[in-house]
């Protein structure tokens, strides 16, 4: 039986979860799971359902629609792996963490390719049998860096984007032309230690955790909604290269963890925020 994810947002009203449910038990579907939330400051309906059966998609939105508060968004996608396109500089252990989730179907995604504005993760990227873009950033503007990478990224036509230690500020017309696909890993606990350097800073500090975020990318750097962050604690005996080993670790799960549960499609984005049926 073919399985499908269901994500609903609108205003708030009494008997949604009566309506939706009932659109699917008419059309002889199952509910395998169901999760729903109700944002109290904005009066905002979230509800993702997971469901199985054969069913007409176009027929059950229409129906929902029908039902539904107007402006209401509906987005109903059969359940399966997402395609995506990777992008990295120098560091190899996201990335390599995240081939080697894809290479034992851990990763819930099919990797489609890695683009790089260095040579370095070639090697490892096509141990793994995945093209390998290598795309240098010297000697020309930005815009036509981007464009480059635009192109190379339009063919593959990727559900999602994924910055695995990219470390290239994008532009604003790059991040609007992939609004909500492009998820980043940023070294720090956002929002302390913005920007370049975060473990200096941290260390600098004093600071007694450390941590990682995984959210979407915004034209605000490092600002985009959160969607997981973990920490691992650090004391005075660690210089900065140790928090930089520690750090990493937690990266790499915070990547992981932030990427499964976009692929599952539990992530709502709310303004600046995540609503998150994990």
């Known amino acids: 039986m073919n399985s499908h994810i269901l994500l609903i947002d609108c205003e708030d009203h009494e008997g949604l979860i009566h309506k939706i449910t009932g659109v ?28 199985s059966g054969e069913s007409d998609e176009k027929a059950i939105e229409n129906e929902l629609r029908a039902l539904l508060p107007q402006g209401a968004r509906i987005k109903l996608n059969k359940k399966e792996k997402k395609n995506i396109v990777i992008l990295a500089t120098r560091e190899h252990h996201c990335l390599g963490d995240l081939l080697l989730r894809h290479y034992s179907g851990e990763l819930n995604a099919n990797i489609l390719a890695v683009i790089s504005n260095h040579e370095v993760l070639r090697e490892l990227t096509e141990n793994f049998k995945i093209p390998y873009h290598y795309i240098p950033h010297k000697n020309i503007s930005r815009q036509d860096h981007e464009l480059e990478v635009t192109n190379t990224i339009h063919q593959y036509k990727p559900e999602f984007i994924i910055l695995a ?3 290239r500020i994008l532009s604003t017309e790059f991040v609007e032309k992939y609004k909500n696909m492009t998820v980043n890993i940023h070294h720090s606990f956002l929002p302390a230690f913005i920007g370049a350097n975060p473990y200096l800073q941290a260390f600098n500090r004093g600071v007694k955790i450390i941590g990682a975020t995984g959210h979407f990318v915004t034209g605000d750097l490092d600002e985009g909604p959160i969607i997981a962050q973990s920490i691992a604690t650090v004391d005075h005996t660690q210089g900065v290269e140790g928090m930089v080993q520690a750090g990493r670790d937690v990266e790499k799960i915070v990547l992981a963890k932030s990427l499964k549960l976009v692929f599952e499609e539990r992530v709502f984005v709310s303004n600046n925020k995540t609503i998150i049926f994990d």
């Not at 038990?25 to 469901?51: A, C, P, Q, W």
């Open 165 to 167: 230690k990219y470390m």
């Open 24 to 51: 699917l038990y008419r059309n002889n579907l199952n509910i395998i799971s169901n999760g729903e939330f109700v944002e109290k400051e904005t009066s905002h309906f979230f509800m993702r359902t997971e469901y």
